[in-house]
């Protein structure tokens, strides 16, 4: 059995989406009529359910990719019931049209609800997830997805596929970018953060839309960071590390959950009944739908689960998958397999009202046009929070001789590599409807920082372009290369090197193109691509002031540049705003504050690595586990730089113990030592000495990003809760706090040395 009964089990929140205020109405449901006041949704579903036929069940159980079919036949299919939702449409007046015909024409008027992939925008594109986790600042998390959903509401679409909230312990893994990084504290405080930006304080929320939680489960632990691989981890891991963010999610109110693609353990996510249902719904108590991943039920029969269509249809069904996406296995299988008793009506009904119910609380029964024109004042606010998250997020890895700040009275600065105006790659992956033309690249926006007084010059340098092998394909114009011959190359090169040497100082853009990272963009290396690394030592050799600036959606390998460059930016992809966030950041209009997400590697030969390994794998007197490279990060997990600098004092504790369900207050002196106002992300630690498990050598469980004064002295207080101290015992097979002596360190890194201890009790 892949669980064991007690798994995962903690204190039940109520389902939020439940808190929606109900409508009334009377008789059989029509465009025009509002479904019933009280006792509450179940009544209404109920009653909507019994009138459908099978076919309409099974089309409510159905996801088009309107890409993928002829527009004819996704009319007629939504006329005659036989879908239920649609993604790949961003046209407002399709959109509205679709929904008419589902609602004025089909026989039950049941409305459809259009998903897309709004991961860190719509059309304004924010900085990637991986760079908000940066910030360490959930409410820069629901804000920024409180803007996508607005302007992915105002465009028609009702359900992102989002949040991801898969932990990565592999910076291979493409999708790394996609959310908050290693640790599930940190996790699971985004992913909370980001179900309340998408959805608001209920279903229904005006200008929000339906959050999805994904990939259900532990998707990032692919082997060998390989995208759609299986993850063969411990129930210790998943208990202790994978399944934390979902469970926050679900506790902040998400609507939807999206079943993995992978094998779990020797089982597919999609046809894992204890995954989607014992853990998800038992459990947990989930109200809301579950949607396949990608044709994943269909895929059942391809990881060799499921004998055929029929075997994968209702095995899925019965595992809890509600919605299948674009493959029709349902659909086309399912009656048979009621006939011939591999499927029962019973799951079927449950996976219909599960849908019926969120297009409900959603409000589409009552309101299913949402598109407007968002006003000039919100599209302003949407780049303002773009700016300001992109600000926020990027990290500072190296300082050296305090070179940042550069000053403005620079007469000539050269701005140089692939990324540094190419907008796609400045907006990063998965902005699949955003706007290119009004992105700001680091040029543009360094030009418009420094105006007429400085000269700033651009060259490429050198190229990069990945084969057209990405699901992007199409996103945005191919860059089609123009360096064809040896010579082309050699020039380009050599003219960048001139730029450097006749500037006073040069800004060096290096990086991913935008499809390098994302779905289907794992990497064997973690190397600089192509010949980037010859343009920044070329660069460095001239002997002028040389800042890295690094636009990608993953740790790369820059252990060359971290000893020979004297300042490096991590900006990831920063989104529509991000070249003027950057030249804000390089000339000290605004300081960076953000701490690194995830550990940072030396080479992608110490993959997966993670700061929250157990003591057997990090002894001090044993630290260098390779013969050829040292076992610790280039950069710690929780570290960045400021243009200020921060003091601690000692760590007070209100109490020398606490009972196991009791509260521990931890108060910190912080101190900015330095000359200018800043950002420091206290950051606090533990280790548990002894229990039924051994424990990882140090874990997060409590931060907060604070905003001082130059001179100013603030003593944080945070709060360590006993319950955060608990964990998934592979002896006990519960998961709980278990009374002991703890190590606690608080600082600005994992790495922190102010040390204190204490006890829980029995």
């Known amino acids: 059995m892949l669980f064991s ?221 390989r995208d759609y691989d299986a993850a063969n981890i411990s129930d210790e891991q998943l208990n202790n590390v994978y399944l934390p963010p979902f469970h926050a999610a679900e506790q902040a109110g998400a609507g939807c959950f999206m079943s993995a693609y992978i094998d779990l353990q020797g089982v597919p996510a999609s046809g894992n009944r204890m995954l989607l249902h014992d853990v998800l719904r038992d459990q947990w108590g989930f109200r809301g739908m579950v949607v396949s991943d990608w044709a994943s039920v269909e895929s059942l029969t391809n990881h060799g689960f499921a004998s055929g269509p029929e075997d994968a249809a209702a095995r899925g069904l ?131 920082k420094l105006g007429a007084s400085t000269t700033v010059t651009y060259a490429k340098g050198v190229e990069i372009i990945r084969p057209s092998t990405s699901i992007f394909d199409g996103q945005f114009p191919e860059p089609a290369p123009t360096l064809h011959t040896p010579e082309e190359k050699a020039a380009a090169f050599a003219h960048a090197i001139d730029l450097v040497r006749s500037s006073d100082a040069a800004i060096v853009v290096l990086g991913e193109a935008n499809n390098m990272s994302g779905e289907r963009a794992s990497r064997a290396s973690l190397d600089l691509p192509g010949d980037q690394q010859k343009l920044l030592e070329a660069a460095v050799a001239t002997g002028k002031p040389i800042v890295l600036v690094l636009l990608n959606g993953r740790p790369l390998n820059i252990a060359w540049a971290a000893q020979h460059v004297p300042s490096i930016l991590e900006a990831w992809y920063p989104g529509t705003e991000g070249g003027a966030a950057i030249a804000n950041l390089l000339f000290g209009d605004a300081n960076p504050g953000g701490k690194l997400p995830v550990s940072w590697p030396r080479t992608a030969g110490q993959e997966p690595f993670y ?92 931060f907060e990003r604070i905003h001082l004064r130059a001179g100013e002295t603030r003593v944080v207080t945070l709060t360590l809760r006993a319950a955060d101290l608990a964990f998934w015992s592979p002896q006990t097979h519960h998961f709980g706090v278990e009374p002991g002596v703890f190590d606690l360190w608080a600082g600005d890194d994992s790495t922190a040395a102010n040390h204190a201890n204490f006890t829980v009790l029995p």
């Open 5 to 225: 009964p007690q798994t995962f089990v903690r204190p039940r929140t109520k389902y939020l989406g439940l808190c929606v205020l109900l409508l009334s109405a009377a008789g059989s449901l029509t465009a025009q009529s509002a479904p019933p006041a009280k006792p509450d949704a179940d009544r209404f579903v109920d009653q909507l359910l019994a009138k459908m036929t099978l076919a309409e069940k099974l089309g409510q159980m159905s996801q088009m990719s309107y890409k993928d079919v002829a527009p004819a036949t996704a009319a007629a299919a939504t006329r005659t019931g036989n879908v239920g939702s649609f993604l790949f449409v961003t046209d407002p007046a399709l959109i509205d049209r679709l929904q008419h015909i589902a609602v004025d024409d089909s026989r039950l008027h049941i409305p459809l609800i259009f998903g897309f992939d709004v991961i860190h925008g719509y059309h304004t594109i924010f900085p990637i997830p991986l760079a908000v986790a940066s910030s360490w600042d959930p409410a820069l998390a629901e804000r920024v997805q409180s803007m996508s959903a607005r302007e992915a509401s105002a465009g028609g679409i009702n359900w992102a596929f989002a949040p991801m909230v898969d932990i990565a312990h592999d910076a291979r893994w493409g999708r790394i970018m996609e959310g908050a990084g290693e640790d599930p504290f940190l996790g699971s405080a985004m992913a909370a953060a980001q179900v309340r930006g998408f959805q608001g304080p209920t279903l229904g929320t005006p200008n929000r839309i339906l959050a999805c939680a994904k990939h259900f489960a532990a998707y990032g632990a692919g082997e060998g960071g």
């Open 611 to 702: 700061y929250s390994r157990n003591l057997t794998q990090d002894r001090e007197d044993d630290p260098d586990r390779y013969w050829d490279t040292v076992n610790t990060p280039l950069y710690p997990f929780g570290f960045g730089l400021s243009y200020s600098t921060f003091t601690l004092g000692p760590i007070h504790l209100d109490a020398a113990s606490m009972p196991t369900n009791g509260v521990l207050t931890v108060s910190v002196p912080v101190t900015n030592s330095g000359n200018v106002a800043g950002d420091d992300v206290l950051q606090l630690y533990t280790h548990q000495r002894a229990g039924t498990a051994s424990r990882p050598a140090r874990e997060l469980k409590g």
């Open 318 to 448: 019965h595992a809890g998958v509600d919605m299948e996406m674009v493959s029709h296995v349902f659909r086309d299988n399912l009656p048979k397999a009621l006939k011939d008793g591999q499927a029962t009506i019973a799951d079927l009904d449950n996976a219909v009202r599960n849908i019926l119910r969120i297009k409900y609380e959603l409000g589409l029964f009552t309101n299913p046009y949402s598109a407007r024109t968002l006003t000039a004042a919100e599209q302003s606010e949407q780049q303002q929070v773009a700016l300001h998250a992109a600000e926020q997020s990027a990290v500072l890895l190296r300082n050296e001789g305090h070179l940042l700040p550069l000053a403005h009275a620079l007469h000539s600065l050269a701005v140089i590599g692939p990324l540094a105006d190419s907008k796609p790659d400045t907006m990063g992956s998965w902005s699949l409807a955003g706007h290119v033309d009004p992105t700001i690249t680091v040029f543009t926006g360094l030009q418009h």
